[in-house]
């Protein structure tokens, strides 16, 4: 009678043992730019294939992101929009090309079951302030392929969150101290192109243009450095030797493009506007105008490649 009462307590136990083992597992906490993002519904969890996957909709929410869902397809499309002033890109009429555009609207489309993600971006002519009518010609879509499939839970799509967050240029870092997922804002790659400073000194400022996520490869033929201003006096400038080229590679990247040295007296403690025209030529023929703006303060001293 002991050992039958013996064993009917164990079996207690090991049962009783069995969801404190489940509810043992780590709470994920995801933040976008430093807060916490709140899931009212669900929360993120870590798989069987050991991905972390997340309820799509608060982070999209978060990213000032709209949802629709489709329940005869099974997607969930999440849509970023813009106006023309607050566009990350906007293409400028020139000699070869009469309209002006702005990117006007991004979606993110994630079928439940798939590891396709389709990304699609939007462009209106700039007089269409209601964006009634995308340019056909213009609009732009690929297929991401993920490491795992989207689910479906009470009724909300989780995935792996950084096919989000990276497709719309955020950072996605996991912290494995906390358990956290960290999300932050890249406002320098939400763009066709991004600059960056790699040197100055009193009588130089050196620069290097990269690839943001807009950077379309396949169409571009070349990027061409036009000119540079401070207020209305037109730098002089010194191309980059290959030497130079290959070492600003290795510093920041193989998403070079082009960039340049400009010679100009600079004054210490002063800070100086200098606006940068760059010329994008694609295969069709296009050429289109980019300009750019950047501070520069020179306090001394000399950085340079």
Known sequence: MKRKLAIILAAVMLLSLAPVSALAAPKVTVTMNGAAVAFPDGQP?????DRTLVP???IAQAMGMSYNWNDSTKVATFTKDYTADSSPLT????ETHSANYFLGRETVAFTIGSRNVIYTAYYFDLGDTAKAAPVAEKTYTKTIVMDTTSVLQNHRTYAPVKYLAETLGYTVLWQGSTNTVAIHANPTDNALMRV???GGSGDHLSFAVF???LFDAASVDTIKYNSSKIGTDTCAYQNYTDKEIASIKAAYGDDYLTGTRITEK?????TETVELY???VYKT????????TIEYTYSGGSSSL
Do not use: C, H
Not at 91 to 94: D, F, I, K, M, P
């Open 45 to 49: 969890y870590v798989d069987k294939n």
């Open 56 to 58: 799509i909709s608060p």
């Open 91 to 94: 293409e400028l009429a020139n």
């Open 196 to 198: 960056e400073l790699v």
């Open 211 to 213: 690839k943001g996520r």
């Open 266 to 270: 600079f004054i210490s403690g002063r």
């Open 278 to 280: 760059l010329n994008v």
């Open 285 to 292: 023929g296009l050429t289109v105008p980019q300009k750019y």
